[in-house]
Structure formats: structure tokens, C-alpha cells
């Protein structure tokens, strides 16, 4: 929008479009900085971690490099979490496109046979070994919304 005030006269409704867009994207960049600056604090955290620890092996960390490590490790592994987090929700989401890829191409194919629904349908389900073989509610994944997302679209 700044762009186009520089080209000419703003309209009526360009710039109340301007003014109330500004305080909105001023709050996002002050967000994405504040985030920014924890996530650099929350690396160099893990980083130095990485420095004490190989001081620890070697046996020369003082008393104050010792408490620093105790206070950091929190930290570290906060980061450790997000970025495990992160990589699963990566391949989720890379072995659910798989999964689409291999739907459609069995959509192609044609109708399911007998022995292809029966596996369909017992692919996912799991039973418990609890009393009298209850089933037992669980979450869905995204992979399984997936596939039941392509089943549903098969079946029309």
C-alpha cells in the first residue's frame, strides 16, 4: 500500500484500507521479531550448553560454569523437543503426500476387489487386549485422516 502512495493520490478507500492495515502489520513485524530474538536465545542456549558439557568431560568447568549449564540445559532441551517435533510433523507430512500419490494411483485402477477392501478396512483399526476385546478410542493421525479422506473420495 505504501507503494502505491508513492505512485500517486490515494483514494478514499485505499487509505482507510491503509490506516487500518498499518497497526496490523506492525503488531506481526514486532511479533515476528520478538519470536525471532527467543529463538536465537533459545540456539545460543543450546550452543553453549554444547560448549559446557565438552568442558565437563574434560574436567575443567568451574563452580560458575556449573551452575550456568544446570540454568541452560532446560533450554537446550526445549529445542531438542521442538526440533524432534518439527522433523516428525516433516515426515508426516511427507509420508501423507506419499499416501495420496499412491491413492490416486489405485483410484486410476479401478474398483476396489474384495480382498483389497478387506484391507482397507482393517488397515488403521486396532483393537485393545483389554476386557472382552473392547476397542478402545484413540486420536487420528493425519495420515489416517488422509486415507480416509481418499476413501471417501474413492467410494463416489
Given at each position: 500500500m505504501e507503494a502505491l502512495a508513492e505512485q500517486g493520490p490515494l483514494t478514499v478507500e485505499q487509505e482507510a484500507e491503509l490506516a487500518e492495515l498499518q497497526p496490523k502489520a506492525q503488531q506481526l513485524k514486532k511479533h515476528?521479531?520478538?519470536?525471532?530474538?527467543?529463538?536465537?536465545?533459545?540456539?545460543?542456549?543450546a550452543d553453549r550448553v554444547?560448549?559446557?558439557?565438552e568442558l565437563a568431560e574434560q574436567g575443567s568447568l568451574t563452580v560458575e560454569q556449573e551452575v550456568e549449564l544446570a540454568d541452560l540445559q532446560p533450554k537446550a532441551?526445549?529445542?531438542?523437543?521442538?526440533?524432534?517435533?518439527?522433523?516428525?510433523?516433516?515426515?508426516?507430512g511427507k509420508v501423507?503426500?506419499?499416501?495420496?500419490?499412491?491413492?490416486?494411483?489405485?483410484?486410476?485402477?479401478?474398483?476396489?476387489?474384495?480382498?483389497?477392501?478387506?484391507?482397507?478396512?482393517s488397515s488403521g483399526r486396532r483393537r485393545s487386549s483389554g476386557r472382552k476385546g473392547r476397542k478402545r478410542t484413540r486420536r487420528i493421525t493425519g495420515r489416517?485422516?488422509?486415507?480416509?479422506?481418499?476413501?471417501?473420495?474413492w467410494r463416489r
Open positions: 515476528k521479531e520478538s519470536v525471532a530474538k527467543y529463538n536465537r536465545a533459545v540456539k545460543d542456549a554444547v560448549e559446557l558439557e532441551q526445549q529445542l531438542k523437543k521442538k526440533k524432534d517435533a518439527d522433523a516428525a510433523r516433516s515426515r508426516a501423507a503426500a506419499a499416501r495420496v500419490v499412491e491413492l490416486e494411483a489405485l483410484k486410476e485402477q479401478g474398483p476396489l476387489t474384495g480382498s483389497r477392501r478387506r484391507s482397507w478396512r489416517e485422516r488422509l486415507l480416509l479422506i481418499g476413501l471417501r473420495c
